[in-house]
């Protein structure tokens, strides 16, 4: 009875905080979504058809993309409890498929994480941008502020990143739990003033409004995917709250607040069409604007936080699946593992976020430009879905089939009516999602490359004590960790130190670092010790692509071992690459190029492992790319 109490109030407790992270995103759809159906680029004439069409493919869009989709199938294949595009592309590469379909299916995974930074870029811009906006409301006169005032909001938004989170973490679900009731409270009022909108439940009426309207009706599906943005958050937050709690808070308590609220503004438009430009404020009586503007425009600050956070998640997960270089990371909590600051990643998003505002002016132009990258990562995600449950979970190929060919209709459906925004501006977040794949695969391959070049140059532990018994080097007391990128071979840095210094320390470690395809490792597994020669020892570290990596750590498991190299006065040897572009550049000029450019700006592995500066050696080779 107890544990069972217990269970309540930790399942209570993590769909509140669920709330404030999880459910930000798709929670600031309202102050948008509908408005963009009947006013701006799409233009829609307010009739009791068209509304009514518009709220039932709404409606089942919550249903068949979020609740069926994501809460019922997908969440289904995490990585140890981990979910999101990355976390499913890691799984995938555990698979070890065979021949080129593996190679594509990850390319196309890495593709789609990137074009999350278009997303973590432009959601910011038209939450805030679309609460502010509700100045407008208040008082005509001010409008020419919202811009201005956007941007201080989203600067210190971005500035104070560096803090962290974790000191106002705890207020984020109280916050937005207000946020969903006030929403829910007042679709029911407007609903109860006209309730005929109820029978916008009956998906016929999405149906007829598609064949009346026709091709008009097909590109209003770009605004309707509006609702569904932020779907793809419940997936990736997985691994901080669990199935349990995204699934019972989303089924009880956002989606009917969500679905009250759009019933709401459609029940308001049907009495006063006039409204339709902004009708998600209309909803409010005139006393309460100014708390409601308040309230929204912390509800989407909040909803803002956590697509930030979650682009430093993103970063930090393919730094260590090695398809981007290593950043720099800070750990603004002490209790929290999730709660990293990567300065470079938030400068560069706070950059464009601020660019996207000055340069659309307007939420509605900036929905215009909204979807087509989150779209396709969608699209993405139930493709990757299929050859996971097909390969990993062993489901029939039928089974598998029809439930992803039913997502991929719906799915390309919007797609295509998205692909009309490409023009108004939407090239902006594939532009960003372009340019951060390049680098992606330039990293990855790039570090393939050098990896091949310093074997070739490398020798195998037998010819290297074949090599020792003949030139027996000077053995001098003391102890020495060299870092080797393969757990087979011989780093360079030990052979060009034999070379030019010709002594070899009493006690040497031979450190691999392997980062596996799983986003954490026992810390009974993660470090394995074989003792190879006299005085000679492997170190094999084993990390998950969620985990900082501390030299610490790695020196206290391998005590547990029987080996100690925790002294002060321990030397670490470290391989740095000098690059120059070869006569025939193996990537071509220009991604080679790019690859020398990221290591230069590359945080050396010293600092990325928390290695004490003083305690360092490093040894150069040049290397032709």
């Known amino acids: ?13 993590l769909s509140i905080a669920a709330l404030g992270i999880v459910f930000g995103d798709i929670g600031t759809s309202p102050l948008y979504a509908i408005k963009e159906c009947f006013s701006g680029e799409y233009g829609l004439q307010v009739s009791t058809s068209n509304v009514l069409g518009i709220l039932s493919l709404i409606f089942w869009t919550l249903i068949i993309i979020v609740t069926f989709k994501y809460l019922t199938v997908i969440l289904k294949a995490d990585n140890n409890g981990e979910g999101g595009v990355i976390a499913l592309t890691a799984l995938l590469r555990s698979l070890k498929l065979k021949g080129k379909k593996g190679i594509y299916l990850v390319l196309i995974g890495v593709f789609a994480a990137s074009m999350l930074y278009g997303d973590g870029m432009i959601t910011p811009a038209i939450s805030v941008l679309s609460a502010v906006e509700g100045i407008s409301s208040i008082a005509p006169k001010l409008s020419q502020l919202v811009i201005p005032i956007t941007i201080i909001i989203l600067a210190i938004l971005f500035i104070f990143q560096k803090r962290g989170t974790a000191k106002v973490g705890s207020f984020f679900g109280p916050i937005v739990m207000l946020w969903f009731s006030v929403l829910g409270i007042l679709g029911i009022y407007h609903i109860i003033l006209t309730p005929k909108v109820i029978m916008a439940l009956i998906p016929t009426y999405g149906i007829k409004f598609l064949l009346t309207n026709k091709v008009h009706g097909f590109i209003v599906l770009g605004a309707i995917f509006l609702v569904a943005t932020g779907a793809e958050a419940l997936y990736a937050d997985m691994g901080h709250f669990g199935r349990k709690p995204i699934r019972v808070t989303w089924l009880f308590f956002v989606l009917p607040a969500l679905v009250l609220n759009y019933f709401g503004q459609g029940a308001l438009l049907l009495k006063n069409p006039k409204v339709a430009e902004n009708v998600f404020y209309s909803l409010v009586p005139r006393w309460a604007l100014i708390p409601m503007v308040l309230l929204a425009t912390v509800a ?41 600051y990567i300065p470079f990643v938030n400068w560069f998003l706070m950059i464009c976020t601020i660019l996207l505002v000055l340069g659309f002016k307007t939420a509605s132009h900036l929905a215009a430009a909204y979807g087509v990258a989150v779209n396709f990562t969608m699209i993405v995600t139930t493709i990757l879905f299929f050859v996971v449950a097909k390969d990993k979970f062993k489901w029939n190929i039928y089974k598998a089939g029809s439930i992803v060919l039913f997502f991929l ?12 925004k490409v023009s ?42 074949e090599i020792l018994k003949e030139k027996d080097p000077i053995r001098v007391n003391g102890k020495a960790i060299f870092l080797s990128g393969r757990d087979d071979i011989i780093p360079h840095a030990m052979m060009q130190n034999l070379k030019h210094n010709k002594i070899i320390h009493s006690e040497v470690g031979i450190l691999n670092i392997k980062i596996e395809d799983t986003p954490r490792v026992p810390s009974f597994e993660k470090v394995k010790v074989n003792k190879v020669d006299k005085g000679f020892y492997q170190i094999i570290a084993h990390f998950g692509y969620m985990e900082e990596i501390k030299m610490k750590n790695i020196l206290d498991l391998a005590f547990e071992k029987n080996i100690d190299f925790r002294d002060k006065d321990v030397s670490f040897f470290l391989g740095r690459e000098n690059l120059r572009l070869a006569q025939k550049p193996i990537m071509g000029k220009f991604r080679s190029n790019l690859f020398i450019f990221l290591s230069k700006i590359s945080m050396d592995f010293s600092t990325f492992a928390n290695i004490p500066a003083e305690q360092i050696i490093e040894i150069g080779v040049g290397l032709e790319i």
């Open 300 to 340: 989407t600050i909040i909803a803002s936080q956590a697509v930030i956070t979650g682009s430093f998640s993103l970063t930090k997960q393919a730094i260590h699946l090695g398809y981007l270089p290593k950043f720099k990371i800070k750990h603004t909590s002490a209790s929290q593992e999730g709660q990293i």
């Open 409 to 420: 209709i719906v799915e390309f459906g919007f797609f295509g009516a998205n692909l009309s």
């Open 424 to 465: 108004h501006g939407a090239w902006f977040p594939l532009m960003i999602g372009g340019v951060f794949f390049t680098i992606m695969i330039t990293w990855n391959k790039g570090r393939k490359i050098l990896a091949k070049e310093l074997q070739d140059l490398a020798i195998n532990y037998n010819d290297f004590f």
């Open 1 to 13: 009875m107890v544990d069972k109490e217990k269970e309540r109030k930790d399942l209570l407790k």
